[in-house]
């Protein structure tokens, strides 16, 4: 049989069951871009990343689109962008940076079906250096197809998140709300004028907690609480198994081309109300694809069946919130999108029992809505008016609480 027939299964044992001369490096590594390379060798792939010390590691495929994934604990891709260790057009869309605490993660987007030949970690004990080296060849996409899928989780991987908070007991009468900075480590988001949507959206979800626990009758958690990845399908369980009363996202969108200005607020629909609504939708969920997410197995169509039925009472509770917070945001900065109710297929917003809304408080790619992402003034503006609204909605769903269905 053939090394690639079996390589997968090799690399799930041998790759997560670690010798014991890298399992005692420690520390983040660091990547001698001058040293490394992603390069293709006869419609192959030859990666090479020399690193300051050797660290656990694995690597692994996945299909649709073609992807190679590498997970380290932990190396330092700070500064690192895709010129820098890519020559020509070897891989598409490269990613690397934080995936949770303790973990790292490169992203390569293959221009075609290949399946690893070989991956090995060479340590250096004199210099303390290491190489990783893998090495990739083209295949069929059937022969792809049997080697790509994530490997099962190793020792460590499912240690305690610090991103994740835990809430306390509920109490009667109090609005139970999780907040969804979007992106995170790997995944910066839209990106302009040195900063990215990552990181603002962090800075206003922080402060948006804070303003929500001073009010009366609010707790409040966020789905990360650092610089680190969270999958879609991951912050809406976090929703979920926090019993929220309701899940907010924050985004903050760039513009390929075109001018917008103003917050909007988005619901949970199919079809969506517009053209870029269901562009926006499908880079949102495109950008986990980017990160190395393994969605082959997602697909439930009972469970699809069930959560409609469910979404029968979420669907015009989300609209209604979605309606309180476009007022809330409007009165207190003065102006919204010109079209501020929109609706499109979120993965993020598909928690079936939970009222959901994603938020896209202004658009990078306009300098004014830049400018006031970056100023604390404005945003106390806006938080204030996010605020308001949840205030109203909470009145006001509980006012027509007793006529929903039981």
Same mark, same amino acid.
């Given at each position: ?8 299964? %090799?690399?799930?044992?041998? &790759? ?5 001369? =890298?399992?005692?490096?420690?520390? *983040? ?8 390379? %992603? ?5 192959g792939?030859?990666?090479q990343?020399? &690193? ?10 996945? @299909? ?17 962008a ?13 990613r690397?940076?934080?995936? /949770?605490?303790?973990?790292? /993660? ?12 070989? =991956?090995?970690?060479?340590v250096d004990? #004199?210099?303390?250096?290491? %190489? ?28 305690p998140?610090?991103?994740?908070? #835990? ?6 009468g ?16 839209a ?6 949507e990552?990181? *603002?959206?962090?800075?206003l #979800? ?6 929500l ?5 609010f ?14 399908? $991951?912050?809406?369980?976090r929703?979920?198994?926090a ?9 903050a969108?760039?513009? $390929?081309?075109?001018l917008a200005r ?7 629909s199919?079809s969506?109300?517009?053209?870029? @609504?269901?562009?926006?939708a ?10 190395g997410?393994? !969605?082959s ?14 979404? !029968? ?5 989300? @609209? ?6 476009v ?5 207190a ?7 501020? *109710? ?13 009222? @959901? ?10 300098p004014?809505?830049?400018?006031? !992402?970056?100023d ?5 503006? %806006? ?5 308001d609204?949840l205030?109203?909605? #909470?009145? +006001?769903? +509980?006012?027509?609480a ?5």
């Open positions: 049989m053939r090394l690639r027939g079996t390589l997968k299964a %090799l690399l799930c044992a041998l &790759l997560l069951a670690l010798p014991v001369a =890298a399992q005692q490096f420690s520390g *983040l590594a660091r990547v001698d871009a001058a040293q490394s390379h %992603l390069r293709e060798v006869r419609g792939l030859d990666v990343l020399r &690193l300051s010390q050797g660290v656990p590691w694995r690597v692994y495929m996945l @299909s649709d689109p073609a992807r190679l994934v590498l997970d380290f604990r932990e190396v330092d891709f700070g500064g690192l895709r010129d820098d260790l890519v020559e020509g057009e070897a891989v598409g869309a490269l690397m940076g934080p995936l /949770r605490p303790g973990w790292s /993660r490169l992203v390569a987007e293959l221009p075609a079906p290949m399946v690893i030949t070989s =991956a090995e970690l060479r004990p #004199a210099a303390t250096g290491a %190489l990783v080296q893998v090495l990739l060849e083209a295949s069929a996409v059937e022969e792809m197809a049997q080697q790509a899928g994530a490997p099962p989780q190793g020792p460590g991987w499912d240690a998140d610090a991103g994740r908070q #835990a809430l306390p007991r509920r109490d009667d109090v609005l139970r709300v999780i907040l969804d900075p979007g992106h995170g480590g790997i995944d910066p988001g990106e302009a004028a040195g900063t990215n990552a990181t *603002l959206m962090l800075i #979800a922080r402060e948006l907690r804070e303003t626990l001073r009010a009366d009758g707790e409040v958690a966020l789905t990360r609480d650092a610089d680190v990845f969270v999958s879609l399908e $991951a912050r809406v369980a929703a979920q198994e019993e929220a009363d309701i899940f907010v996202s924050l985004h969108d760039a513009l $390929a081309v075109g103003g917050a909007a607020i988005y619901t949970l199919d969506a109300s517009d053209a870029a @609504s269901a562009a926006l499908e880079r949102h969920d495109r950008d986990d694809l980017l990160a997410i393994d !969605l197995t997602s697909d439930d169509r009972v469970a699809d069946v069930l959560m409609d039925i469910a979404r !029968l009472d979420t669907a015009p509770r989300s @609209s209604a919130l979605a309606e309180h917070l007022a809330g945001i409007e009165n900065v003065g102006r919204v999108h010109k079209r501020p *109710l929109r609706q499109a297929g979120f993965s993020v917003l598909k928690a079936a029992d939970i009222p @959901s809304v994603l938020i896209e408080v202004g658009f990078l790619s306009t004014q809505d830049l400018r006031n !992402l970056q604390p003034l404005w945003r106390a503006g %806006l938080i204030a008016g996010i605020r609204g205030q109203d909605w #909470a009145r +006001a769903d +509980a006012a027509i007793p006529l929903r269905r039981q």
